[in-house]
């Protein structure tokens, strides 16, 4: 991809309690309309919804703005959807449906404008917390998927909303980004060995940082966004 700018959003929550009124969306949904002219390619980097799971038959209530928003964006440039671990059930809704690109691998990495760019979530990558892995583990099996899908959707939803509320309160601010001391700095380090990758993007932390990688390049974590300034555009 060359000749346009790139924007690179995540961490958004939509639909979850913290946004009862739903300002950040109406906010985001403002924010794609107004994308400019030379916008070549947007980048969902991750838990764009505070949960999504898609059904055979039915869309899960809420959102709907938002999704026309991404369907008009879709029509105008390359819009990619990573999925990130509140919205990683998101299958082939978006792409049939939105013409949004989904991304099903933890990153990927993309030429954009002269320089390749590494991105993704983040929340996967250099994880050493057993409780987190045993966490992706169960809700990522194929078996628990085909399981939530077989109840109704509002229990399903209901369940999911509830314990992210619970995260929330738990952990009211972010934790900052712990720099060197990051799993997900170590992995990038240790990947980019030989693969002369000029930067890494990725969100999860909901603190933004910015610093450079020994092995090459430089680690960019976005903040959870709330509004334009929480883009960042190559």
């Given at each position: 991809?060359?000749?346009?700018r790139?924007?690179?959003v ?12 739903g ?8 924010y ?6 030379d ?9 764009i919804f505070d949960?999504?799971?898609?059904y ?7 959102g ?8 008009d ?7 990619w959807?990573?999925?990130?671990n509140?919205?990683?059930w998101?299958?082939d ?8 690109h ?14 390749k760019?590494c991105?993704?979530?983040?929340d996967t990558?250099?994880c050493?917390?057993?409780?987190s892995?045993?966490?992706y ?7 628990c998927?085909?399981?939530l899908?077989?109840l109704?959707p509002?229990?399903?939803?209901r ?5 992210s ?9 972010p934790t900052?980004?712990?720099?060197k ?30 610093l ?9 974590i976005?903040?959870?966004w709330?509004?334009p ?5 190559l």
């Open positions: 991809m060359a000749g346009g790139f924007y690179f995540a961490d958004l929550h939509l639909g979850a309690d913290s946004d009862p009124g300002v950040r969306e109406k906010a985001f949904v403002d794609l309309h107004a994308l400019p002219a916008a070549e390619a947007l980048f969902l980097l991750g838990d949960f999504w799971l898609d055979r038959h039915v869309v899960p209530r809420g709907v703005r938002t999704l026309a928003a991404l369907a964006v879709a029509q105008r440039m390359d819009v959807f990573f999925r990130g509140h919205d990683w998101v299958t809704y978006f792409e049939k449906e939105l013409g949004v989904i991304v099903r691998e933890p990153f990927r990495i993309m030429d954009l404008g002269g320089r760019v991105m993704g979530h983040g990558l250099g050493r917390d057993a409780k892995k045993l966490i583990h169960v809700f990522r099996n194929r078996a998927i085909a399981f899908r077989a109704p509002r229990w399903v939803f369940f999911a909303h509830a314990w509320s619970s995260s929330r309160r738990r952990h009211p601010e900052p980004f712990a720099g001391e990051a799993g997900l700095y170590q992995f990038v380090n240790e990947y980019g060995r030989g693969r002369d990758i000029d930067l890494y993007i990725f969100g999860h932390w909901h603190a933004p940082a910015r450079p990688v020994e092995t090459g390049g430089e680690l960019i976005l903040g959870a709330s509004g300034a929480d883009t960042f555009v």
